[in-house]
């Protein structure tokens, strides 16, 4: 299975995203590679992190430009971080998933580019339309702020795109972890943000848990 976690915008934490779902699939047992096309690498330096520090289960990462020549067939999951400033691999990458996952922080900006994003995707695969899956990312945790509610019902109108009910918050325990080279639920496996990316990869993976 090839899941590219994408967007237009940067600062959508597709790279958080991306890892925490390396560690998670490796944890479910299934072989994983991950490949960075960002030229950031920020994906690059969090595995980096992890690997000196000697966490279990191990996780690599490929980065480089021709995205077929990357692709380990043998992998149970590819999963790849695109950014816009890399356009010919996201352009290639977009063209070989099977699956495409949006994490969309709540503001009008993030769901313009959202539908920019979903324009583009359909402009390239034209007739092959792979399960597209977009959720709130860093969602406000203030019952009083309603953006995220708001987002989410923009997404829930845009074409093209299924709606993933289950969100991220914005939380402290995200930083830290990527910081320190492990997932969210490796940090604070009883914690609210634990509990909520099991309920998001339940969706997104449910075939994993069956």
Known sequence: MITVIGSLKGG???????????????????????????????????????????????????????????????????????????????????????????????????????????????????DRKPPTRAFINRADTHRAIRESDEAAAALVSLPDVEFVKPRLAQRTVFRRSFSEGLAVFELEPRGKGAQEWNALCAVLFNDVLS
């Open 12 to 126: 959508s934490g597709k790279s958080t995203v991306t890892f925490n779902l390396g560690v998670w699939l490796s944890m479910a047992g299934r072989s994983v590679q991950l490949i960075d096309l960002d030229p950031q690498a920020t994906l690059s330096d969090v595995v980096d992190v992890r690997q000196e520090d000697g966490h279990e289960p191990r996780l690599s990462v490929v980065a480089g430009k021709d995205v077929g020549k990357l692709i380990d067939a043998e992998a149970d999951h590819v999963l790849i971080d695109i950014g816009t400033a890399n356009l010919d691999g996201m352009k290639q990458a977009i063209k070989l998933a099977e699956q495409i996952v949006v994490p969309v922080p709540p503001s009008q900006a993030d769901i313009w580019s959202t539908q920019r994003f979903l324009k583009f995707v359909s402009g390239l695969n034209g």
